[in-house]
């Protein structure tokens, strides 16, 4: 069974649409990110959350917001998506205990907003 | 600011052994990080460099040198899987140790 996993997988929506993202994980990590990629642009980080209940933006959370109600479960919602929001959305934890800190990625969401 | 460089594009042979470089300006360094990532897929971990040198795994050594910013991805022996994006990552230990990512080097092997 997978580590980290993302709900759905693919999904297309409609510009203004409300829609939520969701993350799970198996692996007991404090943290938890939510990335997006772009061709060209490489990995972004939208929001990140080192625990329950804790919220920090990063490069570019305008026109997101998450959700961190559990230790496993971390949500990004677009409260009203637009165009520029298709992309590929990945969400990711790490162990800041291990020193190393690598971050495990999930399978991504492959996002259509049209 | 923060700006990690590294080529858009590289091929080889199969067989063949390719370097990938990275070069990185960050307001803190606490680590540098190596994934693989196949086309549509998850970024996989490779390596992790936090101290000056070489580190070995298999077919995959990454180097890093802190005072030159730099940093680099052995790939001996390729193989046709090894076709894939592969991300250079800084954690910023100025910057509330957030990973820093490259657009990536898109590696092609040919037979």
């Known amino acids: 069974d997978a580590d980290v996993t993302q709900t759905p997988r693919n999904r297309i929506t409609k510009t203004g649409k409300r829609i939520m993202l969701e993350c799970s994980q198996t692996?007991?990590?404090?943290?938890m990110y939510w990335y997006r990629q772009d061709p060209g642009l490489g990995l972004q980080l939208i929001y990140y959350?080192?625990?329950?209940?804790?919220?920090n933006k990063g490069e570019i959370s305008d026109g997101y917001s998450v959700s961190r109600q559990a230790q496993a479960k971390f949500s990004l919602s677009l409260e009203s998506a637009i165009p520029n929001q298709t992309a590929l959305y990945f969400c990711?934890?790490?162990?800041?205990?291990?020193?190393?800190?690598?971050?495990?990625f999930g399978p991504g969401t492959r996002l259509l907003v049209l | 600011g923060q700006n990690i460089d590294q080529p858009t594009e590289m091929t080889a042979t199969e067989g063949a052994i390719v370097q990938i470089n990275c070069t990185y300006q960050?307001?803190?360094?606490?680590?540098l990080f190596w994934y693989q990532q196949h086309a549509g897929e998850a970024p996989t971990f490779l390596s992790y460099?936090?101290?000056?040198g070489l580190e070995e795994k298999g077919r995959f050594s990454s180097f890093l040198s802190r005072s030159k910013g730099y940093s680099y991805l052995l790939l001996k022996e390729l193989q046709m899987k090894d076709s894939a994006s592969y991300l250079c990552a800084v954690r910023d230990d100025e910057n509330t140790d957030k990973l820093i990512f490259g657009t990536g080097t898109r590696l092609q092997v040919f037979p």
């Open positions: 692996k007991g990590h404090d943290r």
């Open positions: 960050t307001s803190g360094f606490n680590g």
């Open positions: 990711a934890t790490s162990d800041f205990s291990s020193g190393k800190e690598t971050q495990y």
């Open positions: 959350s080192f625990d329950v209940k804790d919220i």
């Open positions: 460099n936090v101290l000056d």
